[in-house]
């Protein structure tokens, strides 16, 4: 069965990307036929002048990010949405299908207004970001969207957008996605807050060891435990979740919990363990990664193979879409 998903390349990773995100695309490849897209389109609808800058170092590094976490290049197709026209081409088909009112009534366009401000979101491109990722994923025919909750919404108009154009062509050409929920441990930043680079509390992926201890040793923890002395609270503290996400000793957490609770152990001390902890979690992340970031060629042709690859998968569609509308080149032009 296939699959697609895509991330904007409008930063560098951070822990919670991995958590949230790249974690389960890694193990999702093994059971399905998986296709990974850098979103830079979609980038390109709330960063239109940093594009040019800022682009190439993060979709890059995306790429460099993922392959290092353990996504195959063989096994799954690693892509970038703007290397395969048929996005754009499949996009322009769905726009003339799709009610505007869906778009307006997409509640992440209201949230993400207000999030972004300061951004030129007041462009027509921004209000068919729905319709955008619906190309994405119908010109694959992916049947499974892997995606956090935030992105059910968007899931939706997909599917009501392919069920009018079904309806409308009086065809069944494309699928209809569902979404694939992974089970996801919520990391927050340093701060305690999302963890977001607007708010400069990130853990990035691409942060070396010694980044990554000096980051965790300024970690906000439990807000109520103020003396060493205070018993901690594991689960309103920010540190805590990422035992869960970066060790699978259960004996190791629940010695944490425990300890935390009976003041046996002080903040310090575990931030220390953490440390430890995530240090060898990532120790083959760290080897790639470094391996990966000297040898440009080696990422590049990563994504001319991807390219090649959707390419010949989105023109199948596109094929088929056309032919459903009355635009197949083949047959207009014989009589
Ligand atoms: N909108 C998604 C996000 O912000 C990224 C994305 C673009 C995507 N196209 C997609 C996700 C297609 C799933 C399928 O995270
Ligand atoms: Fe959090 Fe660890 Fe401190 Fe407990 S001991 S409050 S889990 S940092």
New binding site residues.
Partial sequence: MRI?????PTGYLHLGNYVGALKNWVELQTEFDAFY?V?DL?GLTSNQTEYKEQAKEYVYNMIVDWAAAGLDPKKSVLFL?SDIAEHSELFTLLSMITPVSWCERNPTFKEQKEELKGKDLDNLGFLG?PV??TA??ALYQAER?P??K??IP?LEISREIIRRFHFIYNTEVLKEPEPILGKVTKLNGLDGRKMSKSYDNAIFLRDDEETMRKKVMTMVTDVKRIKRTDIGHPDECNLFPYYLAFSSDQELIDGIRKDCESAAIGCVDCKKKLTETMKEYFTEFYKKRSELATQKDMVYDIMRDGAKRAGLAARETMELVREAIGMNSKNRYMG
Avoid at 4 to 8: A, D, F, H, Q, Y
Wanted: aromatic content about 4%; glycine content about 10%.
């Fill in positions: 697609l998903s895509g991330m904007k897209m979103a979609h949405q970001y955008l990722q994405d994923i969207v995606v956090g935030d992105q968007h």
